[in-house]
């Protein structure tokens, strides 16, 4: 368990250090940092630099200056630039975000927000200012805050507003599922499709896929797939059609392709988006952007998610104009990045699922070759390696007689290494090496003590017996077993 002190505490043995051992302020810090190290105390979120008086610390003194502002224009200037402090201050560390929002930052800023309404350099400067403090801290945001979002999204027409509030609105959602599910519960996402339509594509696709985000360590039950399913049924089809006007905008399209493989969970929206002509516009991008590592990337993750369905999964295999020889020849070209080469294999090892005829076609494309000079290149990333191993496992599974062309090229070898180098991957090599009909030692992870059902019982339970012989019915913990009450006697 982490131990945590207040602000106040660190202050008081700093003061201690130099009052009682006559120590500089630096040495003060010092030797307190090294104190609470030394306790297992994690010091993230204190402010180190030795401001003893809560008054005293500029943090502070600036939210005092913005409390006290009444008429924003006559104070533009000086607003402006505290502001601006603020933020530069809070982008630092999360102790200055925490001391902040102590302090009552949020509300102050809201307060301001609500009085500026006419001053469009001052309420952009708010929303940054916002979204520096809670970033990474996003515990602040409540009702008020949302309900001030839904008015701007609303009612404001002006692009640097929305902006700024759009990028606020996306760090509030990020590892917090409770402001996720406040903000969509509002009427903040009907107007998405509105906002799409205005040059904003980069920001709203980012709010879209941080409510769809499952981060939050503090909750059992997320809504990620519940937000995902509903915002598909409105935003898939405009999202995919977007992707025809943003031939030449590289930043957006990459944005709006990982919106869409975000939001498609269900097997009908990937049905849905290939009636639109997904493939083609895929098709397309990528015989464009063939260079482009990020681009291409992007478009894989898309084309993976689509190949869960296995209608849509023949459908990429049998392009027309050879969408899968396009996938091949920009797998190979980017092998080199280790993100790009396992997004590839992860590809491969989608396309290749429970389909022979189309494990044959990407074998004939060098399917084999490439995913061991994938391995071999990057021998140190887990993520190569594991998606290898699904890669090639599912190519000779029900096609034995491709399992040739991998042992020519060392898979076994690869595969050994990949055992002995990661621990994770053990079961998924040993099930390539399995289905390629190499020697592989499995071992059964439970078997049974071949007892009769009495022994059995007893050894199970062996406190549970009365002197009859009878099991005594108790509670015996959450599992399986423990979920039933058990009443056996011997039998002669």
């Known amino acids: 368990m982490v131990r945590v002190i207040t602000q106040e505490t660190f202050n008081e043995v700093i003061k201690e250090n130099m009052e009682e051992f006559n120590m500089t302020m630096a040495e003060a810090i010092e030797e307190a940092v090294q104190q609470f190290e030394a306790q297992g105390v994690d010091l993230s979120n204190i402010i180190k630099s030795g401001d003893l008086g809560q008054d005293s610390n500029p943090i502070v003194q600036c939210l005092h200056q913005l409390k006290e502002v009444n008429d924003i224009a006559s104070d533009n200037e000086h607003i402006l630039s505290e502001l601006k402090f603020l933020q530069d201050e809070c982008q630092k560390d999360i102790a200055k975000k ?19 309404k006419a001053n469009k350099e001052v309420e952009v400067q708010i929303y940054r200012t916002l979204t520096s403090i809670m970033t990474g801290y996003p515990d602040l945001f409540d009702e008020r805050g949302v309900n001030i979002l839904s008015s701007t ?26 402001n996720r599910q406040i903000i969509f519960n509002s009427c903040i996402v009907i107007n998405f499709k509105t906002i799409l339509k205005t040059a904003l594509f980069k920001e709203v696709c980012g709010v879209i896929r941080s409510l769809c985000l499952d981060d939050d360590v503090r909750i059992n039950v997320s809504k990620a797939h519940e937000h995902a399913r509903t915002l598909a049924v409105d935003l898939l089809c405009p999202l995919t059609e977007l992707l025809k006007e943003l031939k030449d905008k590289k930043e957006e399209l990459c944005d709006v392709l990982l919106t869409i493989s975000t939001l498609m969970v269900r097997n009908e929206f990937c049905t849905k988006v290939y009636e639109v002509g997904i493939l083609q516009l895929i098709a397309d991008i990528m015989s464009s952007y063939h260079e482009d590592e990020k681009i291409t990337r992007t478009c894989m993750i898309l084309l993976k998610t689509l190949a869960g369905n296995d209608d849509v999964k023949a459908h990429i295999i049998q392009q027309k104009n050879s969408l899968i020889t396009l996938i091949m020849h920009s797998i190979g070209k980017h092998q080199r990045n280790p993100v790009s080469a396992a997004t590839g294999l992860g590809l491969i090892a989608a396309l290749a699922l429970r389909n022979p ?23 140190q990333d887990i993520n190569v390696q594991r998606r290898g191993c699904w890669a090639a496992r599912n190519i000779v599974s029900r096609n034995k007689e491709l399992k040739c062309e991998f042992l020519k090229l060392g898979i ?31 071992i059964e992870q439970w078997t049974g003590k071949g007892l009769g059902c009495q022994q059995g019982v007893r050894e199970l339970f062996p406190s ?8 005594v019915p108790r509670k015996m913990g959450s599992g399986m077993i423990g979920r039933y009450w058990f009443l056996f006697r011997e039998t002669d």
């Open 357 to 379: 005829s189309n494990c044959k076609i990407i074998c004939d494309l060098g399917a084999a070759e490439l995913i061991c000079n994938s391995m071999k290149m990057h021998p």
């Open 464 to 471: 549970g017996y009365s002197e009859h012989g009878t099991l």
């Open 153 to 178: 999204l609303a009612k404001t027409k002006d692009l640097d507003i929305l902006k700024s509030a759009l990028k606020w609105c996306r760090e509030c959602c990020i590892k917090h599922e409770n």
């Open 98 to 116: 925490i001391l902040a929002g102590k302090e009552g930052a949020y509300n102050i800023l809201l307060d301001l927000l609500e009085k500026s």
């Open 412 to 442: 076994e070898e690869l595969l050994l290494f990949t055992m002995k180098q990661f621990k994770e991957c053990n079961d998924d090599a040993k099930a390539a090496l399995r289905d390629l009909g190499c020697s592989v030692k499995l």
